[in-house]
């Protein structure tokens, strides 16, 4: 059975940081490239960062660049997104596609909450 389970999200004060993890399992996770993308309330899903089937492979929207850093260990089938300088405007479900052409799984995503 496939699952993409994501976790580590919460409540964190403006300036903050968080660790998000996301762990995959019942399929080839090593072959797949990972995204990490989040949803607000009213506005269209975002993508935020991309990590490819390496971690050299990586690259990041503007609206986080030099913030979040995203990452892999392929023996745990695992991907972070780790996340310094949160702000109001960060505040998203998150969650982390895997795709592997033309499958995509999806996770059911993690909370981060940052209040104004």
């Known amino acids: 059975q496939v699952q993409l389970v994501e976790s580590g999200g919460g409540l964190v004060q403006p300036g903050g940081s968080l660790r998000l993890s996301c762990e995959g399992s019942?399929?080839?996770?090593?072959?797949?490239?990972l995204s990490w993308y989040r949803k607000t309330r009213g506005k269209d899903r975002e993508g935020v960062a991309y990590?490819?089937?390496?971690?050299?492979?990586?690259s990041y929207a503007d609206a986080v660049k030099g913030r979040f850093t995203s990452s892999r260990d392929i023996v745990k089938y695992a991907v972070y997104l780790q996340m310094t300088s949160l702000s109001p405007e960060d505040t998203a479900v998150f969650s982390c596609?895997?795709?592997?052409?033309?499958?995509?799984?999806w996770g059911p995503g993690t909370q981060v909450s940052v209040p104004s």
């Open positions: 019942g399929f080839s996770f090593s072959l797949y490239s």
């Open positions: 596609p895997a795709a592997l052409v033309p499958t995509n799984y």
């Open positions: 990590i490819g089937t390496i971690s050299v492979s990586t």
